[in-house]
């Protein structure tokens, strides 16, 4: 029973450094979304999307892309995530439970190809927001999509955004291309 304890709290510390050492590195911890945010980005998806992939830039602990793989099953869903623990758990739950439309990569989004006629969902931070404004600008022709979950861009009017009603009022934001 104590080494099974050991071998257990040896595990927790493990894939806690490894949470640590990514976000030091990345700038920002794999951090779930809200219900009331997710929901709200369904609608969005649901108003906005017209391609036949939907791409969530830091997909984290898969959380969203699972909702959204769920809503769409026509559409390929695709979480790309930094962490390794995170997207671990996330394509061991896709393997085990579906939906088929689910995958993930571990990926730096940053350098990761980002094609057009894609939509694109994230929760990110200001900084790299700034930095994916600057990619999407020199990269993608204005057909595409983004929503993002409480960081705007900097300098540009939304194409629609909702304040979701919680306790941080946080706000969704859709944008649609890079002009």
Not at 73 to 78: A, E, I, K, N, S
Not at 127 to 140: G, I, N, P, Y
Not at 141 to 150: A, L, N, T
Request: contains cysteine; positive net charge.
């Amino acid at each position: 029973m104590m080494i099974l304890l050991l071998v257990l709290l040896c595990c927790t510390a493990v894939a806690g450094v490894s949470v640590i050492i990514t976000t030091k590195h990345l700038g920002i911890p794999p951090m779930p979304s809200s219900r009331a945010a997710r929901e709200q980005v369904l609608v969005f998806l649901g108003r906005y999307h017209q391609g036949k992939v939907i791409q969530e830039l830091g997909s984290g602990w898969g959380g969203l892309t699972r909702k959204i793989a769920m809503k769409f099953p026509d559409q390929d869903v695709l979480g790309v995530e930094a962490s390794f623990l995170p997207c671990l758990f996330s394509k061991l739950s896709a393997f085990l439970s579906g939906p088929g439309n689910l995958s993930y990569i571990r990926a730096n989004f940053l350098k990761t190809s980002l094609s057009p006629g894609r939509s694109y969902v994230c929760y990110l931070s200001t900084a790299l927001m700034e930095t994916l404004q600057e990619r999407l600008s020199e990269k993608l022709h204005p057909g595409f999509v983004i929503i993002s979950m409480v960081f705007a861009f900097s300098g540009r009017e939304p194409l629609d955004e909702v304040l979701v009603d919680e306790v941080f009022h946080d706000k969704i934001y859709v944008y649609r291309g890079m002009e």
